[in-house]
């Protein structure tokens, strides 16, 4: 079991207050996932669910039992974070051992738990080399391996992927997410990128200056957002945010639309403007068109290729249906 709820918890430095008063509920076999601008206090939360900071008020509950104090070594959690930290001097085997060697565990069942967390993280063939002779996401699999092994009540991830290039990244995302759906074991993910919260999360956790912001699906958050700050943090490319007389019209402050909601046109539409870059990405094409009477360029998402040149003279116009509307204090109009 891996249920984890934070009640009223907060986290002081001195006079700082980083966290301000805090409730959350992770409930057991969830893959939840912390996301928000550096700064935020995403890894500050995740280090109080770990104990490797001590919580200023408030309690967290791991299966009910009150872990406020309780030592990280015995909250049953296993973390993993960007650096693999790994003993350059072991074999993959003896790193993936380590925290059962220093726990007194038999031999036979240290063997029995490293093989079958090899099987599953594809490492059988490599247990007996070093970390030196290993890809950057093959030793991010031994960390992943060193954790496992703990058969803990939950994985605390702190921005695993970070130090990898784009391609490993997207592989070991996979790989994770499979992972969680092999063992049905809780997971937190912590990342500042919120193309890895949208795409492994059973639920988001958006955060800003110690604050949550919204709790959610994936789609929840992306098309429902809360406040301007989540419609413009969540998506890639962003929401379109448009305060001034269209969203007076709208009667809103702001209005914000996504760049699939939009269409293009060399004929008529709502808001005349000139393209300007266009990124052509085989399936989509992102355009920035140039609207005067906006202000803002808009991000427009046209399907496939678009024969349209950088000064072209073109016309955009809003599906009204997803049209996101928010008031004078940035919160969401229903």
């Not at 907060?10 to 928000?36: A, N, R």
């Not at 080399?129 to 994985?155: D, H, K, M, N, W």
């Not at 700050?229 to 914000?256: D, Q």
Request: include cysteine.
């Amino acid at each position: 079991m891996g249920r984890i709820t934070l009640d009223k918890v907060t986290k002081s430095f001195g006079d700082l207050q980083v966290i301000p008063p805090l409730d959350l509920t992770i409930e057991d076999g969830e893959f939840v996932v912390f996301v928000g601008p550096s700064g935020c206090g995403k890894s500050t939360l995740l280090r109080l669910i770990a104990g490797l900071e001590d919580v200023t008020t408030g309690q967290i509950r791991i299966d009910k039992v009150d872990a406020t104090r309780v030592p990280p070594a015995k909250r049953r959690l296993a973390m993993v974070f960007q650096s693999y930290a790994l003993y350059p001097h072991m074999s993959v085997r003896k790193n993936i051992a380590f925290p059962l060697r220093m726990a007194g565990m038999d031999k036979a069942e240290q063997d029995r738990r490293i093989e079958d967390a090899a099987r599953v993280l594809n490492l059988t063939d490599y247990l007996d080399r070093r970390p030196g002779q290993l890809s950057g996401g093959q030793r991010q699999r031994v960390a992943i391996g060193r954790a496992i092994v703990r058969e803990p009540a939950a994985f605390l991830f702190d921005e695993p992927l970070s130090n990898l290039d784009a391609a490993l990244r997207v592989g070991m995302r996979l790989e994770i997410s499979e992972l969680h759906e092999r063992l049905k074991t809780t997971m937190i993910y912590v990342t500042h990128d919120q193309v890895e919260a949208m795409t492994m999360a059973d639920k988001i956790v958006v955060l800003r200056a110690g604050n949550i912001e919204q709790v959610g699906s994936p789609l929840e958050l992306y098309r429902a957002p809360r406040n301007l700050f989540v419609a413009g943090f969540i998506g890639s490319p962003k929401m379109n945010l448009i305060p001034g007389a269209p969203a007076e019209a709208e009667g809103a402050k702001t209005i914000g639309i996504r760049p699939e909601h939009l269409t293009v046109s060399t004929d008529s539409g709502t808001w005349e403007g000139t393209v300007g870059v266009s990124e052509h990405l085989g399936s989509d094409t992102f355009l920035q068109v140039n609207v005067p009477d906006l202000g803002e360029p808009l991000t427009v998402r046209v399907s496939g290729e678009i024969d349209l040149r950088y000064g072209s003279r073109v016309f955009v116009t809003p599906d009204r249906a997803n049209l996101h509307r928010f008031d004078a204090a940035g919160l969401r109009i229903a």
